[in-house]
């Protein structure tokens, strides 16, 4: 059932951050998917998700030293901060009582090493209200209105942070006094980002039940124990989908060693002995992984999936992509892929085609806004298959992505890669 205290995001722009040099998507539905063919900038969104939850984690000095500092991180050609900024409902299900807070973030750097710029929120009073600031800091230095609902009105407090390169809302919002600016750090930190791979699948781990799978899925067994342990109910719920979904699956667990590990092992129904994970296959155990992470319990607030079409059937995907929608309205999940048969499934309002212009940034067009779309879907079209025709206002989607379409559309093969502009810059 919906959960209706979760805050859900409805705006993402992203300014300066690698190819990403000016982006915005609006209007988020709680299922997005991000289509597009390799490098078209699909997984640097994912990472803008990771950088500013890494900020939150371990702090902006380690988030942006992974990621080569300004060098690497800063659009080619482009001066100025890297700037982030999100819109978003704490309680989305109250609209349109609930307001729109707008998270505004932009880090610079110096020869000491990267700081915080500019770091604001803001809201409107009522729904016709001017927005004003609640907090507002720049360089560590800066003002909040505390209390549950904070007014222009109210008095303005003043706050040093002990160095430029804090972030104000991580700081200020472990504490209960902010309690707007602390449900925001809640929201960042709850994140999921899914990097799973089969292989980590594998491991045996220690025994001990863990609440959440963790971003490569190497604590598969220990999350299955937990939910033998506490919601078993779940637990046979996650298993009888995915016997559905597999064939001859008979049942999958989690046992206990001698030596104080787990080992995952899955019994087919035609044989009388079950085998071990790192004989299984590799869809089994990802989807196995997904089902885990779509039927959390107590799903965190935003679920980000990377590329799930890796390692599963194409007949699995329409049916994952079911999964995911079921899954949103207990949470928001962001999705990337270039499978056409995961978007066959999708409504034209959930779907932005990403694609990279003359200049090589990363442009993005939400599929219900292009040209003919709509009807096509109103006369039994699926967006995949338009996508692979290159129907999309784009071009061919391997080809010519964002290239103005002919008028008389044709596929034309003739091109070398290299020809067109976009390819110089994949």
């Given at each position: 059932?919906?959960r209706?205290?979760?805050?859900?995001?409805?705006?993402?722009?992203?300014?300066?951050?690698?190819a990403?040099?000016?982006l915005?998507l609006?209007?988020?539905?709680?299922?997005t998917?991000?289509l597009g063919?390799?490098?078209?900038g699909?997984?640097?969104i994912?990472?803008?998700?990771a950088?500013?939850?890494?900020?939150?984690?371990?702090?902006l000095?380690k988030a942006w030293?992974?990621?080569?500092?300004?060098r690497?991180?800063?659009?080619?050609?482009?001066?100025?901060?890297?700037?982030i900024?999100?819109?978003?409902?704490e309680r989305?299900?109250?609209m349109?009582?609930?307001r729109?807070i707008?998270?505004?973030?932009?880090?610079d750097?110096?020869?000491?090493g990267?700081?915080v710029?500019e770091?604001?929120?803001?809201w409107r009073?009522?729904?016709q209200?001017?927005?004003?600031r609640?907090?507002d800091?720049?360089?560590?230095?800066?003002?909040?209105i505390s209390?549950?609902?904070?007014?222009?009105s109210?008095?303005r407090?003043?706050?040093?942070l002990t160095?430029?390169?804090?972030l104000?809302?991580?700081?200020?919002g472990?504490?209960?006094?902010?309690?707007?600016v602390?449900?925001?750090r809640?929201?960042i930190?709850?994140w999921?980002?899914s990097?799973?791979?089969?292989e980590?699948?594998?491991?045996?781990p220690?025994?001990?039940p863990?609440?959440?799978l963790?971003?490569?899925?190497?604590?598969?067994?220990?999350v299955?124990q937990?939910l033998?342990?506490?919601h078993?109910?779940?637990?046979?719920?996650i298993?009888?989908?995915?016997?559905r979904?597999?064939?001859?699956?008979?049942?999958?667990q989690?046992?206990?060693?001698?030596?104080?590990?787990l080992?995952?092992?899955?019994?087919?129904a035609?044989?009388e002995r079950?085998i071990?994970?790192r004989?299984?296959?590799?869809g089994t155990?990802k989807l196995?992984?997904?089902?885990?992470?779509?039927?959390d319990?107590?799903?965190p607030?935003?679920?980000?999936?990377?590329?799930?079409?890796?390692?599963l059937?194409p007949?699995?995907?329409?049916?994952?992509?079911?999964?995911?929608r079921?899954?949103s309205?207990?949470?928001?999940?962001?999705?990337?892929?270039?499978s056409?048969?995961?978007v066959?499934t999708?409504?034209p309002?959930e779907?932005?085609?990403l694609?990279?212009?003359?200049e090589?940034?990363?442009?993005a067009r939400?599929a219900?806004?292009m040209?003919g779309?709509?009807a096509?879907?109103?006369?039994?079209?699926?967006l995949?298959q338009?996508?692979?025709?290159?129907?999309?206002?784009l071009?061919d989607?391997?080809?010519?992505?964002?290239?103005p379409k002919?008028?008389?559309?044709?596929?034309?093969?003739?091109?070398?890669?290299?020809?067109?502009?976009?390819?110089r810059?994949?």
């Amino acid at each position: 059932m919906p959960r209706a205290s979760v805050p859900r995001l409805e705006e993402l722009s992203v300014q300066n951050y690698r190819a990403l040099r000016d982006l915005q998507l609006r209007h988020l539905t709680p299922m997005t998917v991000l289509l597009g063919p390799n490098g078209s900038g699909k997984s640097t969104i994912f990472d803008v998700f990771a950088f500013l939850a890494e900020c939150f984690s371990v702090g902006l000095r380690k988030a942006w030293d992974r990621r080569g500092r300004f060098r690497e991180l800063r659009s080619r050609g482009a001066e100025g901060p890297i700037v982030i900024e999100l819109k978003y409902r704490e309680r989305p299900d109250s609209m349109p009582e609930s307001r729109v807070i707008t998270y505004h973030l932009a880090i610079d750097e110096s020869v000491r090493g990267p700081f915080v710029a500019e770091e604001w929120l803001q809201w409107r009073r009522g729904q016709q209200g001017k927005p004003f600031r609640f907090l507002d800091f720049r360089h560590g230095v800066g003002q909040v209105i505390s209390g549950e609902a904070p007014d222009a009105s109210d008095e303005r407090i003043e706050e040093r942070l002990t160095s430029p390169e804090l972030l104000a809302v991580n700081t200020l919002g472990q504490f209960a006094s902010h309690p707007r600016v602390s449900a925001l750090r809640r929201f960042i930190t709850g994140w999921y980002l899914s990097y799973l791979t089969a292989e980590h699948t594998r491991t045996t781990p220690e025994a001990g039940p863990q609440e959440r799978l963790s971003a490569t899925g190497d604590n598969l067994p220990n999350v299955m124990q937990y939910l033998k342990e506490h919601h078993p109910e779940r637990l046979a719920e996650i298993l009888s989908v995915l016997a559905r979904r597999v064939p001859h699956l008979e049942h999958v667990q989690a046992n206990l060693m001698e030596d104080g590990r787990l080992l995952l092992q899955l019994k087919d129904a035609p044989f009388e002995r079950p085998i071990l994970a790192r004989f299984a296959s590799d869809g089994t155990l990802k989807l196995l992984a997904y089902l885990i992470v779509l039927y959390d319990p107590e799903p965190p607030p935003l679920i980000g999936i990377e590329e799930p079409e890796n390692h599963l059937h194409p007949r699995l995907l329409p049916e994952l992509s079911e999964e995911i929608r079921t899954a949103s309205a207990r949470t928001q999940l962001m999705v990337t892929t270039h499978s056409p048969f995961f978007v066959n499934t999708l409504r034209p309002e959930e779907l932005w085609v990403l694609y990279r212009n003359e200049e090589g940034y990363t442009q993005a067009r939400r599929a219900a806004e292009m040209r003919g779309i709509p009807a096509a879907i109103a006369q039994g079209g699926k967006l995949g298959q338009l996508w692979m025709e290159g129907a999309f206002e784009l071009g061919d989607p391997l080809t010519a992505s964002g290239q103005p379409k002919r008028r008389n559309f044709r596929l034309d093969t003739s091109p070398q890669r290299g020809d067109n502009p976009d390819d110089r810059h994949e």
